[in-house]
């Protein structure tokens, strides 16, 4: 596509609950980037792709989350048993390479209560 | 996590001023970035810096990367109301795609 596509743009979860989160990445972009980001902060890494694996994965805050990008295209972060402290807007990014700057898509807008 | 030191926090100024923003950090980068984040959307690239020294232009906007590679600063001459927005610094290290952030710097315009 002509720009990263996340959806859902929002989401709304109960604590406990398990939620999906997805990144569909611009066309023939091998890198591809989750970032989380607080009211009021600049994003924070959590996660690279350089094509199918995990280049670097140091930001997960935990074991509660995990992101898979199968066929090194479309990427799904993955938060089992939410917190409140997850809420969060997830912003997800690619790049034709991991040596410049990348394009953000939108974010998702993660609300658990 | 890990984060430069953005300031000033926010700025209000008036129609046609000039913006000066900058970021330190005590670590070395071999990338610097500018990105501009407006309500509900991703950061969006602005400048990339990729040298010590290096001082690149973007139409009203100018940004430097530091001799030390431990700062950067961006300038907005001949500011306008759709500058509004926040600005934010991030930084890179040799051999990875992982980006550090600063905390943004919030500007408002005055028309």
């Known amino acids: 596509g002509a720009g990263v596509s996340q959806t859902p743009s929002n989401k709304v979860t109960e604590k406990g609950k398990y939620v999906e989160l997805r990144c569909d990445p611009i066309s023939g972009h091998t890198a591809l980037y989750w970032y989380r980001q607080s009211l009021g902060q600049g994003p924070e890494f959590l996660i690279y792709f350089q094509g199918t694996g995990a280049a670097d994965d140091s930001g997960l805050p935990n074991d509660r989350f995990f992101a898979v990008r199968p066929e090194g295209s479309v990427s799904t972060l993955k938060i089992q048993r939410t917190e409140r402290g997850d809420s969060a807007v997830y912003l997800c990014?690619?790049?034709?390479?991991?040596?410049?700057?990348?394009?953000f898509g939108s974010g998702t807008r993660l609300t658990v209560v | 996590g890990q984060q430069l030191n953005q300031s000033p926090q926010s700025m209000f100024i008036q129609e046609g001023e000039d913006v000066s923003m900058n970021c330190t950090s005590s670590?070395?980068?071999?990338?610097w970035l500018w990105y501009k984040q407006e309500p509900g959307e991703g950061p969006v690239l602005l400048i990339a810096?990729?040298?010590?020294?290096e001082l690149t232009s973007n139409g009203r906007l100018t940004a430097q990367f530091g001799i030390t590679r431990k700062d950067s600063f961006l300038n907005i001459s001949a500011s306008i109301p759709s500058d509004v927005g926040i600005y934010f610094c991030a930084g890179r290290s040799s051999n990875t795609g992982k980006l550090i952030f600063g905390q943004g710097t919030t500007l408002q315009v005055k028309p």
């Open positions: 990014a690619s790049s034709s390479n991991s040596g410049g700057g990348y394009t």
């Open positions: 670590s070395i980068f071999n990338t």
């Open positions: 810096l990729y040298k010590a020294g």
